[in-house]
């Protein structure tokens, strides 16, 4: 098979062992986002996520019982809308954390029910392989949902991605940005790229916000 092209795939997931599901499942009303400009700690195996409910009660009820889940805290509280601040066991799946063993980049990602929709970026079709052999050797139903295949990012593909968008997306995958948790702090990514920290945080959300829609989502981006 090929390598010089890129995968970009969305897929869904679902297993009972998977973080937070338990939860989803007992607050039927939840959609749980990652916060990706916060990053985890890496000692605290601790992860940012943006909640909405029709019911915070009842959803942290659901948080209290839920295995997948050591420790929790509520950061913000908005009309419908929370961060928290969340600590799995280590007997969680975290499904993120498995794309990035396997070579990929989760672009973003949230819950439909129990299931866990990903829309993530591979570099060739191998390591698509490697997760979902990852998947089914643990039971985890995983559904594609869509795959589209472009020349290399690397290569020289730009998905409409201007010069420093793409050089700031490359660098901070380099760096580990993009890990679950983790590799490098936005401020590390910002020093590497000689900006400042709101200058690479924009030059990144623009950035993938651009990969997502032409390849993805497949409509144009005026900005």
Do not use: C
């Not at 679902?14 to 959609?31: F, M």
């Not at 990035?100 to 970026?121: C, H, I, P, Q, Y």
């Not at 993938?208 to 144009?220: H, P, W, Y």
């Amino acid at each position: 098979m090929s390598s010089k092209v890129d995968i970009l795939a969305v897929f869904r997931v679902e297993h009972p062992d998977i973080a937070l599901t338990e939860t989803v499942a007992h607050d039927a009303s939840a959609t749980i986002r990652p916060v990706r400009e916060a990053g985890t700690d890496p000692e605290r195996r601790q992860y940012l996520f943006s909640v909405t409910s029709d019911d915070f009660d009842r959803f942290e009820a659901g948080l209290a019982e839920d295995p997948t889940v050591e420790d929790f805290k509520r950061l913000i509280h908005l009309e419908g809308e929370a961060i928290y601040a969340f600590t799995y066991s280590p007997e969680a799946i975290v499904f993120s954390t498995q794309v990035t063993r396997s070579n990929g980049v989760v672009l973003d990602n949230e819950n439909v029910g129990t299931a866990w929709v990903f829309k993530t970026w591979f570099p060739d079709r191998e390591s698509v392989q490697q997760l979902w052999d990852y998947a089914r050797n643990r039971e985890i139903t995983i559904d594609l949902d869509r795959i589209n295949e472009h020349g290399s990012i690397v290569s020289g593909g730009s998905y409409g991605l201007t010069t420093t968008q793409r050089d700031a997306i490359l660098i901070a995958l380099e760096a580990g940005y993009f890990d679950e948790p983790r590799g490098a702090t936005l401020g590390e990514v910002a020093e590497e790229l000689d900006i400042s920290q709101p200058a690479a945080s924009g030059l990144l959300r623009r950035g993938i916000k651009r990969l997502v829609r032409s390849t993805v989502a497949e409509t144009d981006d005026s900005e």
